[in-house]
């Protein structure tokens, strides 16, 4: 089974502070992704990736930036996390191709205060 | 933008009935859409895909339906289950923005006793 990790489930961090969101995927795959998940909303993609060292903005990448230093693990960091970034963030990973079925971590809810 | 939307954020349906969850797309060349299940506390989960050279794919207990010509899919669950209960995503494959999809806001599927 695809197994996608993320490095936390819950995260509370203060106005201004740098965040760090950690995730790890173990099927080899491709590409990963990023998104941000509010009511109402659904999910809409901050970033993406499609090779190591290699990412490309989606729809809401102001305040965001990622790095893919290794085939497996793609980060997400807030520079100055503002309380507008209070969100569920999910990470997911698919093989090559572009239809390619999307695999999901469980999310990590991010509260910034 | 591109956009996918569904027609109802909640839906309450008995035990043993029948559930549909519909969602229209707004990119016409969109050819590959994906039903995702959330259920509380997860990641989406993959549940079936469908093709724009199809009208119509059956799972195990879950179809989905596809109507090109106004831009509209369904999902329908057959004899839905206690474990049905979660948030329902329709996405759309989006083939000028890299190897990604588009969302829906998502449906809340609850089954009553």
């Known amino acids: 089974d695809v197994k996608v990790t993320q490095s936390s489930r819950y995260l509370v961090k203060r106005t201004g502070e740098k965040v760090f969101l950690e995730c790890v995927q173990d099927m080899d795959h491709e590409n990963m992704f990023w998104y941000r998940q509010d009511p109402g909303l659904g999910l809409r993609l901050i970033y993406f990736s499609y090779d190591v060292k290699m990412k490309e903005k989606g729809d809401i990448p102001e305040g965001y930036s990622v790095s893919r230093e290794k085939k497996e693990r793609f980060s997400l960091i807030l520079e100055s996390a503002s309380t507008n970034q209070t969100s569920m963030y999910l990470c997911?990973?698919?093989?090559?191709?572009?239809?390619?079925?999307?695999?999901f971590g469980p999310g990590t809810r991010l509260t910034v205060t | 933008g591109e956009s996918v939307g569904l027609h109802l954020p909640t839906l309450s349906v008995q035990e043993g009935d029948n559930s549909i969850i519909n969602c229209a797309y707004s990119n016409s060349a969109s050819d590959y859409f994906i039903w995702y299940k959330q259920e509380s506390g997860k990641g989406p989960q993959f549940i079936i895909d469908i093709r724009s050279n199809m009208d119509k794919r059956q799972g195990q207990r879950v179809t989905v339906l596809l109507n090109k010509t106004v831009k509209h899919l369904s999902l329908q669950i057959a004899a839905t289950q206690p474990g049905d209960s979660a948030v329902y995503f329709c996405?759309?494959?989006?083939?000028?923005?890299?190897?990604?999809?588009?969302f829906g806001p998502g449906t809340r599927l609850s089954v009553l006793p």
């Open positions: 997911a990973s698919s093989g090559i191709g572009g239809e390619a079925e999307q695999y």
């Open positions: 996405a759309a494959y989006r083939d000028n923005y890299g190897q990604n999809f588009v």
